[in-house]
């Protein structure tokens, strides 16, 4: 069995990417993404969820985190994406606004009917791929990822403009959400890793 992609030190910190399934555009409209990010606080209060980078794009979220208690990496993240997967669907099938549902629920059931352990809808991807930040150098390639993902889809020009990212903290701003910030190491203050 791969180790790859798994979490295998408790005390370590992570980067994780998820998409919904079919890089559907859900993240567009206020509440689903404060269905998201209250989801957040929840772990962050509940589950022992450290939270040091995030960008919630259209369609997928990044997360740099580590864990504290006794819920582990893969339990907080499993719980995080069943938790939203049902908000997120009962909010979109309940919005008579939101002029995509018959299109975006189609896509679910669908999904949800080629996943074995899914009664009736998929919302998220099934990979999470996490990868073990083990050096300041692989954790800041990452946090600057990140943060650089809504200026290379071009939504934003700079990383700090886009709202629902955690770039703003790293700045010395106050974010959407609460960051336990990680200290870029002297050498490497002022370098950003491009893409």
């Not at 509940?46 to 504290?68: D, E, P, Q, T, Y």
């Not at 908000?87 to 074995?116: C, D, T, V, Y």
């Not at 959407?176 to 200290?183: P, S």
Request: charged content about 20%; hydrophobic content about 35%; glycine content about 4%.
């Amino acid at each position: 069995m791969s180790t790859k992609y798994k979490f295998l030190d408790n005390d370590g910190i992570y980067f994780v990417s998820f998409a919904i399934v079919s890089w559907v555009d859900v993240f567009t409209r206020p509440l689903s993404n404060d269905i998201f990010i209250d989801s957040i606080k929840y772990c962050q209060q509940n589950k022992g969820l450290n939270l040091h980078a995030w960008c919630l794009m259209s369609n997928h979220v990044h997360l740099v985190f580590s864990r504290s208690g006794r819920y582990s990496h893969s339990d907080i993240l499993r719980d995080l994406k069943k938790f939203t997967s049902k908000k997120l669907i009962e909010a979109i099938e309940s919005n008579p606004s939101e002029s995509r549902i018959e299109w975006m629920m189609n896509i679910f059931r669908n999904a949800g009917q080629h996943q074995g352990n899914n009664k009736d809808y998929q919302f998220w991807q099934q990979n999470n791929h996490p990868i073990e930040l083990f050096s300041p150098v692989v954790t800041f390639q990452k946090i600057d990822y990140v943060h650089n993902n809504p200026v290379v889809a071009g939504i934003v020009s700079e990383a700090e403009h886009y709202l629902h990212s955690s770039a703003r903290d790293y700045l010395g701003s106050k974010g959407v959400l609460d960051i336990e910030i990680l200290e870029r190491p002297m050498s490497l203050e002022g370098y950003v890793f491009s893409y």
